[in-house]
């Protein structure tokens, strides 16, 4: 069954510092992995996407690894904002054009 | 740009009651879908389509029935809200018949309805 684990499920940390989320994934097969920024209220947004070939992408203070071999990805937040509190989801997809959630990790930043 | 809209925002309804979640994409987006969100469960898929005409049964489907008469709209009818139908609602709409598979998924605000 293609699951994808995410954790932690929650984390604060104070503003300015760094904080790192994980996704285990046994989706397959593969296409591509996508994490999302979930503020409150409002709908998912797409903060980047990683394919088979990429290891590590950046989008701002963002930065999402892939290490396909052992289907973890993780995504590095530098210097957090308060604006950064919101909860992330990662979504992996298959090459029939499946998608697989995960829970979510909530990140609260405090000042 | 106005991408997905939803409507309504908020609504309640009384257990047997039945009303119907709008939702709307002017992306020209073949792919739509709908999911529920409940607190620490994630985003389940409701119901899906590839295209106009087309409509296929996502991971929790009973008590939903979905339409797609146009590219634009893809409404969700709940035939007789139960007060396990308490959740919030998200449209989301992708590039391509592939939908989530390949494509980004661009999300409306969301839908939340409590059934009494």
């Known amino acids: 069954k293609n699951q994808v684990e995410q954790s932690p499920q929650s984390l604060i940390i104070l503003e300015g510092k760094n904080c790192t989320l994980q996704c285990n994934y046994t989706v397959s097969p593969f296409s591509n992995l996508r994490w999302y920024k979930q503020d409150t209220g409002r709908g998912p947004v797409s903060l980047t996407i990683?394919?088979?070939?990429?290891n590590t992408k950046s989008n701002g203070r963002y930065t999402a690894t892939l290490d396909a071999d052992t289907k973890q990805s993780s995504l590095h937040i530098t210097a957090s904002q308060l604006s950064d509190s919101a909860s992330y989801i990662c979504?992996?997809?298959?090459?029939?054009?499946?998608?697989?959630f995960g829970d979510g990790t909530t990140l609260t930043v405090k000042p | 740009n106005a991408g997905v809209t939803q409507t309504p925002k908020f609504q309640v309804l009384k257990t047997g009651q039945s009303m119907t979640l709008q939702c709307a994409q002017d992306?020209?987006?073949?792919?739509m879908s709908w999911y529920r969100q409940d607190p620490g469960m994630g985003l389940r898929l409701i119901h899906y389509?590839?295209?106009?005409?087309?409509?296929d049964q996502g991971e929790v489907p009973n008590g939903y029935n979905v339409s797609r008469s146009t590219t634009e709209d893809f409404p969700l009818r709940l035939l007789s809200a139960a007060p396990s139908q308490t959740s919030v609602y998200f449209c989301?709409?992708?590039?391509?018949?592939?939908?989530?598979?390949?494509?980004?998924?661009?999300f409306g605000e969301g839908s939340r309805l409590t059934v009494l």
């Open positions: 992306m020209n987006h073949e792919y």
């Open positions: 389509s590839v295209g106009a005409g087309i409509t």
């Open positions: 979504v992996v997809n298959t090459n029939a054009g499946k998608s697989t």
């Open positions: 990683m394919t088979f070939s990429e």
């Open positions: 989301a709409s992708s590039r391509g018949t592939s939908g989530g598979g390949t494509g980004e998924l661009f």
